[in-house]
């Protein structure tokens, strides 16, 4: 599993900078978790690693394949084999649970779709749920068929915005088990996206402390925590 590098990145909006000069490699088969401030640009890192969005200026590299390079994007999403979560999930609502979590296998053409939906939905405990509806799930089972759904594609990288932020704590540790569980047997690359730091500390092999667009930290939980950066110390209370 290779890993994602971003190369002095530029973004705007508008006219507006949102990222400068942005240079990091998350390391494959790894989970690197992005933490910061409101609107200093995490999902935009995403977005742009998905190809989502073309930087004004910069390269990505994607398990070795250069996917965007001087701003122009080489690689569109559909090719990038990304998975991305958002916290306001998207389910099919005229699919069950297991049609939702068979589409992307059925537009592939993939062979083995019945055991491949099987598999995964007995790694999250949603076998029971497989005939239901989304508007009969509660929320966490939604956001376990949608990660459900990105991973029996196998991505080289699955991108997750936020998305256990309206789960309440307990239904939320029970889906980073299922994840880290799955994570553990078969490695892939997880950028995980979170205001949270005890979440981030919790889960991240790697993490990255953004502010205003750039990289202020990074490295293991430990680093972090002892890390005597002054915005630091003020936005990490342990
Ligand atoms: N499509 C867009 N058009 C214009 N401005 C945008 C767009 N998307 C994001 N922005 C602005 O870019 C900045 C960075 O946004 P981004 O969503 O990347 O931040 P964030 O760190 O993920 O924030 P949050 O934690 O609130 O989700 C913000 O000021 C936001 O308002």
Redesign the pocket.
Same mark, same amino acid.
């Given at each position: 599993m290779s890993d994602i590098q971003l190369s002095h990145i530029d973004h705007a909006?508008?006219g507006?900078t #949102?990222l400068r000069d942005f240079t990091h490699t998350f390391a494959g088969g790894k989970i690197t978790c992005i933490l $910061?401030p409101? $609107?200093? $640009?995490? /999902? /935009?890192v995403l977005r742009l690693i998905a190809g989502l969005e073309a930087p004004g200026n910069g390269s990505i590299v994607v398990n070795d394949e250069r996917v965007t390079e001087n701003g122009k994007i080489l690689v569109p999403a559909y090719k990038r084999r990304t998975g991305f979560i958002f916290q306001d999930l998207a389910l099919w609502p005229h699919f069950t649970v297991y049609q939702n979590v068979a589409f992307g296998l059925n537009e592939h053409h993939a062979k083995n779709v019945g055991q491949k939906v099987k598999d995964m939905l007995d790694l999250f405990n949603l076998s029971n749920e497989q005939k239901k509806y989304p508007h009969q799930l509660s929320g966490g089972q939604k956001q376990m068929v949608a990660i459900a759904r990105s991973l029996v594609l196998r991505p080289q990288a699955l991108l997750m915005d936020e998305p256990l932020a309206n789960i309440d704590i307990q239904v939320k540790s029970r889906i980073l088990e299922h994840l880290l569980s799955i994570h553990q047997a078969d490695p892939f690359t997880i950028i995980y #996206?979170t205001?949270d730091h005890k979440e981030a500390l919790d889960i991240g092999n790697s993490i990255v402390v953004m502010n205003q667009g750039n990289i202020i930290a990074s490295g293991n939980s430990e680093e972090i925590i002892h890390s005597q950066h002054i915005f630091l110390k003020s936005f990490i209370k342990t």
């Open positions: 909006y508008g507006q #949102v $910061g409101s $609107g200093c $640009g995490k /999902t /935009t #996206v205001h």
